[in-house]
């Protein structure tokens, strides 16, 4: 029965939406080097001296004493750390090239590190937005819903974490809820927060359900993964220490992520701002790789700048690409997957929402990185999840997709014969030749408008803003649940059960 | 008294839209390569095929005449001609690897070649358009205000043609008003249009005029561009096969940019597309080389695809990016200068056109382009010059122009006493570090939004097209028209008023 309604559904379901199909997003071009040999070893030498000389402060006892362990030099009284530079190449030296990031469904699992980008849904707003509700604090539904477009998206590898934050949920709970959910209505690889040892042991645990595995062999294969954000400049605060210990010591993965604001948390200089970015990053992965070495950790680079005017941050700005590129040299000198992320300032879904996404998904895609976070939905700085720019990202990364592939030159392809047939003067729109690719030789967009403007001024003018409003509501519209044994259903939701009887993680 | 009004309104000028300074367009990154030697070496093998094999219509006879004599097969009582293979790459291998177009003022000349791309405002669009006035039929007093605005913006490096058609002017006299315009209003290069030996041969002496030079000296001097487009498939027309011939003659700029859009004048495949765009570029270089050996020239690309499902064509989609760096190869391959562009479809300036732009701008910018045509105000596939569209490339260009350059490391920017002095869970916002790079450290965008949401909405929700609109009036409100030597100007007008009175040249 289950089964037939799904199939009639699948007939039902709107083909508005022409989506790529799913697939891996790798580059068919090198990485781009924006720093030199010598510019690339400058960074990394100052970072180490600025982890040796400076040091940087964990807040969180059992990280000092496995550094302490480690022969690192703990400043006595105080939280201070700092590093001879051989601890610190020799730890992260261990952390692996790359790893699978498992997925309940076996068919959407990673492999990350080995040359494609793995791309998230946004993470982490606290608001939501779209054209008719307008822009509002985040909730259990939008959350949902945002979940099953991450689903319903082709490009969406997995999930970077809450679309948005359900602010509706108990903070006690809401975790067991949003992990539940997340297991449910989408069958992608998950992210859980590092908010505390309890609510990531929580998540993990209904991963391991979800998946149907014993502890040991969750342990052989990672299935979730946690941002780990320095509180910079060169602090790791209480949570996110634990994030790092309990990640590694379960073999989960940590992405060590350094929020490095140049003229605010970081030198207003872009190459300070890496160095800083760089120390902040190898401190926690080598805490990682003390802690368990061989973890599967990334390097994340975060690294922006401020508006000097009025200090709020900016993001796809030529330097927030500089330092993406920058960032993925670095890691790659570490052979450490690289994880960047689809970021923009704007307001609004309009040209900035559009030209900073660009300058950010291309930096990416050309920097090497090996995970996208916010690839699809991210506004105003990460503040609100938009359902209109989750289309438009999505849009924008099949192309640079589609462009990143190699070109096919062969005799077939090259066409000479039927150059030769149509002959000067004449046209190719009927030709065998055309005929044989009209399905498939171009990308066809999600949202690009190509009428005539006479066309298109009588459809009533429609701005690529109302054509995304339009998609995400057919691709909802569309959605079909994964599907998931309901063995593993029931025990998540016992689960989740027991622990909110328990009275969930106390409250942050 | 003329200075002393030019420095007032210099006092009073607006300072609302803060540009970078003038400078090359320079990439520190080696071009993008999409194709294998191989794959590159299979479509200048095809393209020779193709003028071998099927050979290239040429609808003119001084065009055939000097064909034949350089030994090129021309059937009899035909326009069509074939090539050897060693005919076409002996000519080819004449034209200049780089060259200088100079401008009325020195300042603005240009190296065309020698890696940095100059960059054009929009050219040869119908009609114009802006936020209050609509779209409407091009006419002299936008032509006039968008040249004020090319040549106001820093980032325009010279005109590629009328930014939109006067169709008010007699189209008899309409070139000799329009380039006196260009050569009054802007003292940057300019271009001249090949519709037919009289117009471009006036358009030639406005420049000899403006620059102040004899005869001789403006051949040794190359001071006009001109594009020829072939009409695909495989034609020359008459008033372009003119200008190829009379460019040479005159050793002026000629820019031979087969328009074959993929799918209707060129087959439904990029490497066919691109195979019949180069056999297109080498015939009419090739005769252009022949008529003038060493005659400076352009290798133009701009295959694009038509939209399958209904003909439209399409730009800035993923294959006009992939065809707009093998054109780039190609051209190298040649040794020639690369002429790219700066183009979307979009009817309105929202997403749709900043993505494709930026498509656009990037492919060309790694593409190695010395020349990117269009580069501000093109909308519709080049149907409609927009005020708003001109900021907002220019803004875009001006970002990825700063993305371009170098980064700086070294002691001083690496900052690590800056990073010791503030130290952990510190900020850098009063650092002497950070107000020593106060004014300079990031690049302050042109329409960028950075306030907060409610900021924002309070102001009343402003989109980028809101902030293009007040910065093109910002910008022409801040116009100071370049001087003009009075004896020139003088000879401009008395030559334009001679020939308007000998009835101009013929209606087309």
């Given at each position: 029965m289950a089964r037939e309604r799904t199939l009639r559904r699948r007939r039902e379901r709107s083909p508005a939406v022409a989506q790529d199909p799913k697939g891996e997003f790798r580059s068919q071009f090198p990485p781009l080097e924006i720093l030199s040999a010598d510019q690339l070893e400058a960074v990394h030498q100052a970072s180490l001296r600025i982890l040796r000389d400076i040091g940087m402060d964990f807040l969180h006892d059992e990280a000092l004493a496995i550094l302490r362990d480690a022969g690192a030099d703990v400043e006595p009284g105080s939280q201070r750390v700092r590093f001879d530079p051989a601890l610190v190449e020799e730890a992260v030296a261990k952390a692996p090239a790359s790893f699978k990031l498992h997925a309940r469904n076996p068919a959407n699992t990673l492999s990350i590190g080995d040359g494609a980008m793995a791309i998230t849904c946004i993470a982490s707003a606290p608001n939501v937005s779209d054209a008719e509700g307008g822009r509002r604090v985040g909730n259990y539904a939008d959350f949902c819903n945002l979940l099953r477009l991450a689903q319903s998206l082709n490009i969406i590898d997995l999930l970077g974490g809450y679309p948005v934050e359900p602010v509706d949920l108990d903070p006690r709970t809401r975790h067991l809820d949003a992990v539940a959910a997340m297991l449910s209505l989408t069958d992608k690889p998950v992210h859980a927060y590092s908010l505390g040892r309890e609510r990531l042991m929580d998540a993990l645990e209904l991963v391991r359900i979800a998946r149907g595995l014993s502890d040991d062999d969750l342990k052989q294969q990672p299935s979730l993964f946690s941002i780990i954000n320095s509180s910079s400049p060169l602090r790791l605060d209480t949570p996110m220490l634990d994030g790092v210990i309990q990640l590694a010591r379960h073999n989960q993965v940590m992405v060590l992520t350094p929020f490095t604001l140049s003229g605010a948390m970081a030198p207003a200089s872009l190459a300070g701002a890496l160095a800083q970015q760089n120390a902040e990053a190898l401190a926690g992965i080598t805490l990682s790789q003390l802690t368990n070495p061989g973890a599967p950790v990334m390097y994340g680079g975060f690294t922006s700048n401020v508006d000097m005017k009025s200090g709020a941050p900016a993001f796809g700005t030529p330097e927030y690409s500089q330092a993406v590129l920058a960032g993925g040299q670095l890691a790659r000198r570490y052979g450490i997957p690289y994880r960047s992320s689809n970021v923009c300032a704007a307001n609004t879904v309009d040209a900035q929402a559009a030209y900073e996404s660009m300058m950010s998904i291309w930096a990416a895609a050309q920097a090497g990185a090996s995970l996208m976070m916010h690839g699809a939905g991210w506004m105003e700085g990460g503040l609100t999840a938009s359902y209109e720019k989750m289309v438009l990202d999505a849009d924008m990364l099949q192309m640079m997709k589609r462009f990143m592939q190699p070109m096919k030159i062969d005799d077939d392809e090259l066409g000479i014969d039927a150059i030769a047939e149509v002959g000067?003067?004449?046209?190719?729109?009927?030709s065998p030749h055309t005929l044989e690719r009209y399905e498939t030789a171009f990308y066809p967009p999600i949202l690009s408008d190509w009428r005539n403007f006479e066309t298109w001024q009588e459809a009533g003018s429609p701005t690529t803003y109302q054509h995304a409003n339009k998609a995400w509501k057919a691709l909802l519209a569309g959605y079909e649940e994964p599907e998931l044994d309901q063995a593993i259903r029931e025990e998540l939701d016992a689960f989740v059960a027991r622990r909110t009887e328990e009275g969930g993680a106390p409250a942050l």
């Open positions: 000067p003067g004449g046209h190719f729109f009927g």
